[in-house]
């Protein structure tokens, strides 16, 4: 391929140098583990659909007519039950027909949002690690990627005050966060919110705010909406979506809001990514979002065992980890079982589906290619456990058989 074709996607390090699609640690690993039978621990996706009551209203949507394009904010039920539900949740009120857009799942939302805001020259601050969209996302909008550790101390991952004082200045014009962490698990604090909410006043940064997990929350932890704080109304926009609250993933109906002006930058850029989408799923989440409070505590209950089955079983595997305060994840860290044949928490997560029949993934996979992070945190992998209990009990039966050192690939499993 000549130099006059190398994409933009190339460039900007998504793809091969010859354009091709470069496969992403998550897609590799679920290929490893169908090929190996794995219990696959890596891709966080559920294994079981959301509440039949939702599914049956999309059902009907489709066969009652509605199958065109919907209005390009999104269909005005389920703007306003979005709206609803966030005041019954945050008690932060927002006006549904300027201040709450529908987008193709939180992806688009960070991508209109991204691409609205910033471009070369600019710098966007996202904690390290960071859920793997962002990456690409700033590189396709041109600006810089400035990133802000969160460390592992005391049993958990914390921001790096310091670094983030740091990593916010005059080029900053967006800071991307998100609580509950994907892939720490962790639910940044109140005191947390605040630093962040301090410095990006004094540089007037905008701040995303990424809550796709915001009611996945365990052992009382509280998710709280960083645009509730003093100051942080008007320069905040808050990402979520359906598809993790009510474990329908593929529907990809999310949404953002925040400030008026704001919204109707995103929707200039979102108005040409997909226009508008998901018209029999949209009348369907508005109903979810008014009528399944119930259905998200029984979710939130029923990963709280999830989440306890695998952190007994990886401890007595021997891993050290970190108890996630929400999300679908838990890191451990798998120095006991690293090797020459596996010296770090890539090579261990390639080994392990063929090594024992278990797949996961490294944390390196959500840092940047040589940073502090992904030194400091290079032994340490995911394992999701959003799967239903069969599937953990099998990879923690697996994983009880690691102990110290694991085998190289080729020697058992069949
Ligand atoms: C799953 C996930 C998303 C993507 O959400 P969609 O609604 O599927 O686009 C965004 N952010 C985080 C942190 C996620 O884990």
Known sequence: MTERWRSVAAAAGLAADDGSTRPTIFAEMTALALATDSANLGQGFPDADGPEWIRRIAAEAILQGENQYPPGRGI?????????????????????????????????????ALLAFTGPGDEVVTLEPFYDAYAALIAM???????????????????DRAALADAVGDRTRVIVINTPHNPTGTVLSADELGLIADVAQRVDALVLTDEVYEHLTFDGARHHALAALPGMADRTITISSSGKTFSLTGWKIGWAVGPAPLIEAITAVKQFLTYSGGAPFQPAIARALAAGDDDILELRDSLADRRDLLVSGLRAAGFDLVVPGGTY?????????????????????????????VACVPISA??????????????????????????????????SRLGGAAEPASEQHG
Do not use: Y
Request: glycine residues 6%; contains cysteine.
């Open 329 to 357: 994840f838990v890191c451990a860290d798998a120095t006991p079982f690293l090797s020459d044949a596996a010296p770090d928490g890539a090579a261990f997560a390639r080994m392990l589906p063929g090594a024992i029949g």
């Open 76 to 112: 005005p039920a389920l703007r306003e039950s979005i709206a609803q539900h966030r005041l019954r949740h945050t008690g932060i009120a927002v006006d549904p027909s300027t201040e709450v857009l529908v987008t193709a799942g939180a992806t688009e939302a960070l991508a209109a």
């Open 141 to 159: 909008s041109g600006a810089t990627h400035v990133t802000v550790p969160l460390r592992h101390m005391d049993g958990a991952f914390r921001v």
């Open 366 to 399: 959500f840092c940047r290619a040589g940073s502090e992070t992904a030194s400091a945190l290079s032994s340490w992998v995911r394992f999701t456990f959003v799967k239903d209990e069969r599937t953990l009990r099998t990879a923690i039966d697996r994983l």
